[in-house]
């Protein structure tokens, strides 16, 4: 005789695994653990998961896959956007977020973050050593879902995508086993991880390299929306004959009238460039000085720590509802920006 797994049966084994770390509707804290950063999507699922260790991951996978439910990782949602309008009455959402730990080898300038861990991370472990890494422009993005969907940094240009500073992953795969990943271990599955874009497994922690950079030429420059044109064709023609020592990006953005926006970009439309130049004080200076005769209004451009280019992009610090091409009435900090930089588009999407 077949004995089906009741839900209520699937919820007290998966109970057994995290006792109070299980949220179901109802509990106190499931609201706000279910919440992704993105607030565009949001995802009701069976039950929320707060593993604190690898064997806890493992353990939630086995247990789902017995009682035939579905399961989706997430480190901070991000790109929580493939979940908006998904079923998800028997999917258990493993969120990672308590798994944030960093260790850095110096002496191979390598990382390893575990599934939780975000840039703003990686970057106070590795700045003590005078390195960084091939982070984005937000630092409280996901390691892991950033370096295995591509990676754009503003480091790109001299050293390519995240993805392939990407030295081996540790896994959970469906049936709950914990396995490694790398050119020598399990190298179909590394192929298949770094960029795949398949549920292949939940992803606890990955080793990247990191880059010998204490501090770096970086900044911003801003003008005013009418000056979109001129700026835009100007920043073009220049990106063809700069040095790959040099990524940039631009952007046109629009900005509702809101009091928590600072000042200069309240209520007005700008144009941005911003980005890094891994060259002298001086080459870096003569290198902006065709977009400095634009006269832009600010130009924040100078010598800083390597840990503080995640600030130069401005991303917002907060969860926010966030998509290109729309504003939210009901969610005014969902505005529109069009962005375009050299070199690639930028991934942010960090749900593994």
């Known amino acids: 005789m077949t004995v089906l797994t009741t839900t209520d049966d699937a919820i007290a084994r998966l109970r057994g695994v995290l006792g109070d770390r299980l949220l179901t509707p109802g509990d106190a804290g499931y609201d706000q653990a279910r919440l ?172 990247v390299d990191l880059l010998p950079y204490a501090d770096v030429f970086a900044g911003l420059m801003l003008w005013d929306g009418s000056h979109a044109t001129e700026v835009a064709r100007a920043w073009a023609a220049w990106t063809t004959g700069v040095p790959e020592s040099v990524t940039t990006s631009l952007r046109i953005m629009h900005f509702p009238p809101l009091p928590e926006l600072p000042p200069f970009i309240s209520g007005r439309s700008v144009v941005a460039i911003d980005g890094a130049i891994l060259e002298t004080d001086a080459a870096a200076a003569a290198v902006l000085a065709p977009l400095r005769s634009l006269q832009p209004e600010m130009d924040t451009f100078a010598r800083i720590p390597a840990a503080d280019l995640t600030a130069v992009h401005l991303d917002p610090p907060e969860a926010v509802a966030g998509g290109i091409g729309s504003c939210d009435a009901d969610r005014p900090r969902r505005c529109p920006r069009r962005r375009v930089r050299r070199g690639g588009l930028r991934r942010t999407a960090d749900d593994q």
């Open 36 to 207: 992704p950063w993105n607030l565009v999507t949001d995802q009701h699922p069976l039950a929320v998961a707060l593993p604190h260790t690898d064997d806890e991951v493992a353990a939630i996978v086995r247990e789902a896959a017995a009682s035939s439910l579905h399961v989706a990782a997430q480190s901070t949602g991000h790109g929580a956007g493939p979940l908006r309008g998904v079923d998800l009455s028997q999917t258990v959402l493993v969120s990672l977020r308590a798994l944030r730990g960093v260790t850095v080898d110096a002496d191979a300038r390598t990382a390893v973050a575990q599934g939780g861990a975000v840039w703003h991370d990686v970057l106070a472990a590795s700045a003590p050593h005078g390195l960084t890494a091939l982070h984005g422009s937000a630092g409280d993005v996901s390691v892991v879902g950033y370096a295995l969907n591509g990676g754009v940094s503003f480091y790109g240009r001299a050293h390519g995508l995240a993805v392939n500073a990407v030295r081996s992953v540790r896994v959970v795969t469906a049936d709950g086993a914990l396995v490694t990943a790398s050119a020598e271990q399990n190298p179909e599955l590394f192929w298949a991880l770094r960029g795949g874009s398949g549920a292949f497994g939940v992803v606890v922690a990955i080793e």
